[in-house]
């Protein structure tokens, strides 16, 4: 069991700025903290192993450790105010998609002293049917429900009335869906005998409150699904007074006893949840819940949720939401002047602690450049956004098809299971709620066990099992043993500064996945190209999802799996645009941009056993590739590596001048002889037929790519995750080094191409 961890507030600084830590150590026990350089975090002994570069600051030393918990779980919280704290009679409402109903109690509304036991909550039973549950705050607590379960995934009027004169209680459950057969509509009538006490604090909505930590509210009763429409009355409603709420025609002598109505559809990009009744008691979303969600009134005729709010007026709720763990600071570190841009981890260790063992961990940044002042002529844009696409991600025990994709038993690492037992820590956007529902958030402000060095993954292939983080380690140490001076800048800066992050670099190289990036990086890395600047692309599976970053939040990152593409999950329909930025989600290709647009090649096929090599193709011995084969006869390319045993594999890119190849492209390599458990992806299948495996199909290669731009850059494309791991081969002395040497000296010539 993993005994610290921790994060970072930042995940990019410049020399000057401050980053905090943030650590959990969680028997208590004190820990040593330093600060490293991470130059290969790989390892395999077959490679140059485990590389740290030691750096001596301020944070050095001894911490007094405590631990610190995550609490996971999403929910509206508006503050408390005279007119909730003077219901007596009154009437709860909303419109509920429950997606776990049956499996415990689960909160809508609620006002709730858990100590006292005083208040009320609207929500689901343990049977899953729709509940009032009143506590006096003399212990006295009673729970009048429905009798009848509902359905999963069907809407439904949840509403309870509670009238202080004669202290009856009138539950009403009226399904938006009538089956033959299926009795799920309700109206029951009781008296519990005791009335709600005052319980002081905020009326909360899919969670009740039960306690505190620190600042923050400690919550339970998390409601899985969907709410719309929530609303409080302070009076007793019927089933058309309870309808004239949701459309806002109540009679004007009803219309001063409504409290609250909360109007979902408003406000989506944000984190405010507007309160459309005359009272304005506005309430703040915690741990990012989903907007820009259908609503029980979605029609169908609009898919875009800013063209029809009105239908969008939905927020989907998880017990297993996670933003922020908003730990407290353990250290802070202010970057040291000169400090040379790389990429850095903040190391924590118990006692005597070997490397990579259960009592250590580091809590991986970036360090850029002074601004303004870039400390070389090349760039090396660390994937952040891919990172956290992929932090903590749980397919090793979740997945379905693990065994089948990877052709072989997963190996699990302490990190995963420790990840596996404490879900609290968040998934990655290719996991699954606990309700079912793709996770389409990820944020960096949470340990993300898997961005780690010395960590393996399930999915990285025979022998150095890498994936992200740890294979871009490759190319870092093969750019310090070769002796190339380079600046690391992340995703992040790349969207929030846009072209103005690449000034003063001629050349940017991309790590070995960088397969989501927003508009922003996009139309960067394209201005990029078309003011000269030049392109090594040292991966596969690029330019793939497009993503959006939250407009306030620091470190949060949506993506909306729709329509096509390799996908763990899928939206549902009318629920393909980010509610971020409005954005229409899914791949890039779907939007008009195939990664073939950018890098002259885009996904094509994917396999996760062994990897193989390329070969020559004609285009390479034109002159204009002469630099990049200079010293390199051979017509095999990288048939060896740490990462399958090959240069070529994983995910590969192919040419498709349909798709946006540019013309004057030279195909330089190909590979081939991939394995059957290498498939081609499926937006290039029209229709399932036998054949689409790496002995069958055409499609199942990488193709190693080189073209000029118009303004004198170029784009050089390995096609390939597994290509870096071929670069530290036999002393760093093999023909994939040579060939990214040759390119990237020719790159860093300032002489027009």
């Known amino acids: 069991m993993k005994k610290i961890l921790g994060y970072s507030d930042k995940i990019s600084v410049r020399p000057g700025e401050e980053i905090a830590f943030k650590v959990s150590s969680l028997e208590g026990r004190a820990y040593d903290a330093s600060i490293v350089r991470i130059i290969h975090g790989d390892n395999n002994p077959a490679g140059p192993g485990c590389r740290f570069e030691p750096v001596a600051t301020t944070i050095d030393g001894r911490y007094d450790g405590r631990p610190q918990e995550a609490l996971a779980g999403s929910y509206v919280t508006v503050p408390d105010h005279p007119l909730i704290a003077g219901l007596r009679s009154f009437t709860l409402q909303a419109m509920i998609w429950p997606t776990l109903p049956g499996q415990g109690a689960q909160s809508v509304i609620s006002r709730w002293d858990e100590g006292r036991k005083a208040g009320f909550i609207l929500g689901l039973d343990d049977a899953g049917c729709v509940a009032l549950t009143i506590g006096d705050g003399s212990g006295k607590v009673a729970t009048i429900g429905s009798g009848k379960p509902m359905l999963a995934r069907e809407w439904y009027l949840a509403a309870a009335s509670y009238d202080a004169a004669t202290g009856t209680v009138t539950i009403h459950q009226a399904p938006q869906a009538v089956y033959g057969h299926i009795d799920d509509a309700s109206t029951v009538t009781d008296r519990p005998g005791c009335a709600p006490g005052d319980a002081a604090g905020p009326l909360l909505i899919a969670a009740h409150p039960v306690g505190s930590l620190g600042s923050r509210l400690r919550t339970a009763g998390h409601f899985n699904g969907k709410i719309d429409s929530p609303a409080v009355s302070a009076a007793l409603l019927d089933p058309l007074g309870l309808e004239q709420v949701f459309t806002g025609r109540l009679p004007d002598a009803a219309a001063p006893a409504l409290v609250a109505r909360w109007d979902f559809g408003q406000g989506i990009a944000g984190e405010t949840v507007v309160d459309i009744s005359a009272n304005r008691l506005h309430g703040e979303t915690v741990n990012m819940p989903v907007r820009a969600m259908k609503g029980y009134n979605w029609s169908g005729r609009e898919m875009c949720w800013s063209r029809a709010p009105q239908e969008y007026g939905a927020i989907h709720f998880h017990d297993d939401d996670l933003y922020d763990c908003g730990w407290e600071t353990d250290f802070t570190l202010t970057v040291p002047d000169g400090l040379r841009s790389g990429i850095y981890a903040a190391r924590v260790r118990l006692g005597e602690t070997p490397p990579g063992g259960i009592g250590e961990d580091y809590m991986p940044f970036v360090v850029r450049a002074p601004k303004g002042r870039p400390g070389t002529r090349a760039a090396f844009l660390v994937p952040t956004a891919s990172y956290m696409a992929y932090a903590n991600e749980h397919m090793a025990f979740d997945g379905a098809t693990t065994e089948v994709l990877a052709g072989r038993i997963p190996v699990l690492y ?55 983080f740890n294979a871009d380690t490759h190319i870092t140490d093969w750019l310090e043993a070769k002796g190339f001076a380079f600046d690391c800048l992340t995703d992040e800066d790349l969207h929030d500064e846009g072209l103005a992050a690449l000034d003063g670099y001629d050349v940017v190289m991309t790590g070995t996945h960088p397969e989501y990036h927003s508009t922003a990086m996009w139309d960067a890395m394209d201005a990029f190209k078309k003011r000269g600047g030049r392109l090594m692309y040292l991966g596969a599976n690029g330019w793939y999802w497009r993503i959006a970053y939250h407009p306030s939040k620091p470190g949060v990152m949506e993506v909306r799996r729709n329509e096509d593409g390799i996908r763990a999950w899928a939206a549902e329909p009318g629920e393909y645009y980010h509610a971020f930025t409005g954005e229409y989600g899914g791949l890039w290709r779907r939007n008009g941009r195939p990664p073939q647009m950018m890098a002259g090649t885009g996904f094509t096929a994917q396999g996760f056993d062994i990897c193989s090599h390329y070969r020559r193709q004609p285009d390479a011995d034109d002159p204009r590739a002469a630099f990049i084969f200079d010293g390199v006869a051979d017509q095999i390319i990288g048939d060896f590596g740490l990462i399958g045993g090959g240069a070529a594999g994983l995910e590969l890119d192919r040419a498709d001048r349909l798709l946006g190849t540019p013309p004057n492209a030279l195909l330089l390599a190909s590979s081939e002889n991939h394995t059957d458990i290498y498939l081609v992806v499926s937006e290039e299948i029209l229709i399932n037929y036998p054949g689409q495996g790496g002995h069958e199909s055409p499609l199942v290669r990488a193709d190693m790519l080189f073209y000029e731009t118009a303004a004198g850059g170029a784009v050089f494309s390995t096609s390939s995750i597994a290509w870096a791991g071929s670069l530290s081969h036999n002393g760093y002395d093999n023909n994939v080094s040579r060939i990214t040497e040759n390119v990237l000296r020719r790159f860093l010539d300032p002489t027009p191409f």
Do not use: K
């Open 414 to 468: 302490p990190n995963d299971v420790f990840l596996a037992e404490n879900r609290n820590f968040g998934g990655s956007c290719y996991d699954t709620h606990a309700d079912g529902s793709g996770i389409c958030f990820s944020s960096r402000l949470r340990p993300i066990l898997n961005m780690r060095p010395d960590y393996q993954s399930w999915v990285g292939g025979i022998g150095s099992s890498l994936w992200q």
